[in-house]
């Protein structure tokens, strides 16, 4: 290539590179701000690497990202900042400088840039890019140079810097600068050096490194355990956070599926073991409940959830409060297959006013609508019961010819000569007392 030809190309495609290089520092140097992130590729800049090979990355990087392949002959051009001076004046100028100085960290380039926020920002990478916190004193802008403070503390990992941020920019808080400099160092001590959010810092400290030792530092020590639990799935800390205490647990139960922090749930405990239960396909993980209640509310939720009859059986028979879920259990297969065989396996509570294996087969035979079903229980009472109750609902006295229980047929005709005014009905009841009242009221 002819020496002016070389000249002229050269012109034009670096100063073309040399933006793709400033926008690519420019979103690394965003990406340092906030939290503390891209720590490795902070680090990295703060190397002492010959100013060639910090331009090379760049290249790498320009071609990675662009697909963009970026000539020999710009890559050696890069070193020469030369080119710069024969762009003329204002920005374009202004900005080749500043990518120079940027990927060779050369701040003597910075002070050629006549734009005061072009220099500024030039000052600010090639601070960043070296960690030289003294390049952030030509920064004449409050906002860069508390920014350029910030970066560089960060680099570094010195928290004196951030006592360098004036405060002026609400967007760039000194205090924001020691606690992100805190966690990056993993250091709690810094948290220390504020004046204002200390608390916040600790809370921020204590749920990155999940060190729960730091909670009763923090404003909210109960959430901050609550936190670090869930972080670490460790249920210990659970026992320190107060009103979050249930909800810790049982997170922490269901997410590791360890039924033994199931006890020590206050409510919802019965719901832990079932979940548990159900999500690992093993019924006998109910029986580990220490309550008895406990264990059958499992059992009872598995049966029906996975259509498992067999299940019920494992139920205590009677809980505390006369309630029984082995009845409860059975009574539901029954009116959900429609079939009042299961009811046979209902037995009556002594404490209970009701025959449940009657209700039962009544609750049957009245959503099946079938009357004849009555007749499959071998137990009389269960069975005078069934008729006696689907005759009065449906006002059928050709039902109560089925009873086989003589007090049971007798008020099955009463009842039904009382609701729909036959007093014909009441010479069917033979109790002398019934079919008095009977005609009466008939």
């Keep these: ?75 050696e051009a890069a070193k020469d900042a030369s080119v710069c001076d024969r762009l003329g004046g204002g920005l374009t100028r202004d900005v080749c400088y500043q990518n120079y100085a940027s990927l060779n960290k050369n701040p003597t380039l910075c002070e050629k840039i006549e734009n005061e926020t072009y220099r500024n920002q030039c000052y600010s990478h090639v601070s960043e890019s070296s960690s030289d916190p003294a390049l952030c ?26 006592d360098k941020i004036s405060g002026n920019v609400p967007y760039i808080e000194k205090w924001e600068c020691y606690r992100d400099v805190a966690k990056v160092k993993k250091d709690p001590a810094i948290c220390d050096m504020m004046e204002e959010q200390r608390e916040a810092c600790y809370s921020d400290l204590a749920t990155s490194l999940n060190d729960a030792s730091l909670c009763d530092k923090t404003s909210n020590p109960e959430y901050c355990y609550y936190t670090i639990a869930l972080n670490t799935l460790d249920a210990a800390p659970c026992e320190n956070s107060g009103d979050w205490k249930q909800n810790c647990y049982e997170k922490i139960a269901l997410i590791k599926e360890d039924y033994s922090i199931c006890e020590k749930l206050e409510l919802r405990k019965e719901d832990c073991f079932y979940k548990i239960a159900l999500s690992k396909g093993d019924p006998s993980i109910c029986s580990k409940a220490l309550e008895e209640e406990v264990k059958g509310t499992c059992y009872y939720r598995l049966a029906t959830a996975t259509n498992n009859p067999s299940l019920c059986e494992k139920i205590p028979e009677i809980l505390p409060y006369g309630y029984s879920k082995r009845n409860g259990c059975y009574e539901s297969f029954a009116y959900s297959q429609n079939d009042p065989s299961f009811c046979d396996k209902v037995v009556d509570i002594p404490e209970s006013q009701e025959n ?3 209700e039962c087969y009544v609750n049957v035979t ?53 609701n729909i005014d036959d007093p014909t009905l009441c010479d069917n009841v033979q109790d002398e007392a019934k079919k008095e009242f009977c005609l009466k009221y008939s």
């Design 1 to 75: 290539m002819a020496k002016s030809g070389r000249f002229f190309y050269l012109l034009f495609a670096i100063p073309i590179v040399l933006f793709l290089a400033g926008v690519l520092l420019l979103i690394f140097s965003n990406s340092t701000e906030g939290m503390g992130k891209n720590e490795g590729l902070q680090q990295t800049s703060t190397q002492a690497n010959p100013s060639s090979s910090q331009s090379q990355d760049i290249f790498e990087e320009i071609e990675e990202k662009t697909g963009i392949k970026v000539p020999k002959e710009v890559k």
């Design 137 to 162: 004193e030509k920064i004449t802008s409050d906002a860069e140079r508390d920014r350029c403070y910030k970066n560089v503390a960060l680099n570094k990992k010195d928290a004196s810097l951030c």
């Design 356 to 358: 449940e294996k009657a």
């Design 366 to 418: 009245l959503k099946v609508g079938d009357s004849s079903l009555c007749g499959k229980s071998s137990d009389a009472d269960v069975a005078s019961l069934c008729y006696y109750r689907v005759a009065v609902k449906n006002k059928d006295a050709s039902l109560c010819a089925h009873i086989t229980v003589q007090e049971i047929k007798d008020d099955c005709y009463k009842d039904i000569a009382v």
